[in-house]
């Protein structure tokens, strides 16, 4: 690692207690002609490097890795102790409308589809209904308490969409959700007033007559999702980031799927979320070879948020990109154009999927960390 990497890093990871205050250097030079934003964070998901190797002389700084992403229920006092004590930062995944288990005891907050049906798994993805009350409280309170619980540097929300599954080559999503509480609280909001009769004339009503009613109403309330959380994290622990893992499409694919779909109103989202991070698994989401398709997403989403790659910026972009081979392979010859990709202007951060899946591959972790200790 040079010493003006080290020296930035120095200003990153000021510890607070055991974690960092900032991830930006209010100094940090921006390079003329639109390039790469200084490195923020170079992260791993899934796992600490060295610790899980059992090799007591492998240190984070050795891997050049200075940002560790975890489960949030998988995080204990101990993985925060070892991540800070080596100078890095700690951030849990926390899941938001992708708790199943809810539903084994509260079946009325299943999504209910157009036929007026409880909407079945989405290929093995089960979502849960936005308006349920009982369930939003209990995913504030575990947020609450996890907030409470560690000093954490970032909080990255997880499947904050609706019933879905995007992860295949023809997605399942499904118009959700169409429950008596969706549909009353939506006649309320916004005035309009709803047939009676069957459920499938009923959606049909509003998707035909009201759609853009519809969709603006139902991302509202996605979004008040998270400007909840954010009101909790400057409450409880307001040095904390708030990021989000979100669906790495564009708001015209899929016939705008995005927004009209999955409920995710990134420009909306941007008022509360600090750092968005777009899961560009190219392999596994058919681009496999295609490093393109990583710089190209990202670069769309800087100009779709309107992130101009300057020091200070409110919103950044830390995309999380493969490494590990699913549903594609992804060659040690692969590796630098894999992150080199995802750290595209205006990128400042980036993460590695997954740990656990490339830990046994020393060819793809020497790759790693050997861009990771030339990152500047």
């Known amino acids: 690692m040079n010493n003006a990497f080290r020296k930035w890093l120095l200003v990153l990871f000021v510890t607070f207690p055991g974690g960092f205050l900032s991830c930006t250097s209010p100094d940090a030079p921006i390079q003329e002609g639109g390039g790469v934003l200084p490195v923020e964070i170079l992260g791993v998901y899934g796992g600490i490097p060295g610790d899980e190797l059992k090799d007591e002389n492998m240190t984070l700084a050795g891997f050049g890795v200075t940002g560790i992403f975890l489960n949030s229920r998988s995080i204990t006092v101990e993985t925060v102790e070892t991540v800070h004590s080596q100078g890095a930062g700690i951030f849990a995944e926390f899941n938001t409308l992708h708790q199943a288990e809810y539903l084994g005891t ?173 899961l560009l698994y190219h392999a596994y989401l058919g681009h496999a070879g295609d490093l393109g398709w990583i710089s190209s997403h990202v670069s769309w989403l800087g100009s779709y948020l309107g992130v101009e790659g300057k020091a200070g910026e409110k919103v950044r972009i830390w995309p999380i ?6 549903g594609g392979d992804v060659p040690v010859s692969e590796v630098a154009g894999v992150l080199d990709a995802g750290l595209s202007f205006p990128s400042s951060g980036i993460m590695v999927f997954s740990w656990g899946r490339i830990k046994d591959h020393p060819g793809k972790v020497q790759e790693m960390t050997r861009f990771f200790l030339e990152a500047e």
């Open 321 to 326: 990109v493969q490494l590990a081979d699913l």
């Open 106 to 278: 509260h079946p009325d907050a299943a999504p209910v589809g157009r036929d007026g049906k409880v909407s079945p798994s989405a290929s093995g993805w089960q979502g849960i209904c936005p308006t349920h009350p009982g369930y939003r409280m209990e995913r504030m309170e575990e947020f609450r308490q996890l907030l409470s619980s560690f000093p954490l540097d970032g909080v990255w929300l997880d499947y904050h969409q609706s019933h879905a599954n995007w992860e295949l080559a023809d997605p399942v999503i499904p118009d959700t959700c169409f429950c008596d509480r969706c549909l009353n609280r939506f006649s309320s909001a916004t005035g309009i007033k709803l047939p009676h009769g069957p459920a499938e004339d009923i959606s049909a009503y509003i998707l035909d007559e009201h759609g853009d009613a519809w969709i603006s109403w139902r991302n509202g309330i996605y979004t008040d999702w998270i400007r909840e959380f954010r009101e909790v994290l400057d409450e409880v622990s307001p040095q904390t980031l708030l990021g989000c893992y979100h669906c790495p499409w564009t708001d015209q694919e899929f016939d705008g799927a995005l927004v009209k779909k999955l409920g995710i109103d990134l420009k909306s989202q941007a008022e509360y979320i600090d750092v968005f991070s777009p």
